[in-house]
């Protein structure tokens, strides 16, 4: 029972012994992003409720000490008006299995040429609704038939109806100030 217990120890051993360091690296890189990608996924849901998916564009792994794998790269996820894309930063500790050190900064809203056409229809929408918002208000001054009876002062003690064109100066006719206002 000893003997097979030393020979699995060993075989153990020599695995470990004779398998090339940039292969342990290649795995533990491979660990580090696929765990600051699913971080990443869960603070972009946090942070933001719309955000669709998440992509890492691009990654580059750095060792930062014995156990630990820094991540850094560009992603970007999905949200109503297309994609935003973002840089972030992650730490990943190989002994725990767990991320710390999460940044994500440098957001940046792209769209394809779809979602532009999608926006230009939107902004012509919003200029003919103004538009037609103004002739209504427009229109709906113009039914007041009563804008023409009401008189106003060009002077103190002159009052000019428009709807007579005539002014009156103290009660009286004035014949200046009708000239003046309504006859140039």
Partial sequence: MKTTAWCVVASLAATCALTPAPVL?????????DACSSAVDREIGRRYSQAG??????????????????????AQFADNGGWTQFNYDCIYNARTGATYGLDIRNLNHGSSDDDKKKNANAAAAVIVGALLAGAIVASAKKKDRHD???SWSPSR???CYPRESACYENG???RYWTKRIYYR
């Fill in 157 to 159: 003690g002159v009052e």
């Fill in 148 to 150: 023409d009876d009401r």
């Fill in 172 to 174: 009286s006719f004035s």
């Fill in 25 to 33: 690296a290649q795995r533990s890189d491979r660990y580090a992003i």
């Fill in 53 to 74: 998916r998440t992509q890492l564009l691009s990654n580059d792994t750095r060792s930062i000490g014995y156990d630990e794998t820094g991540v850094s790269g560009r």
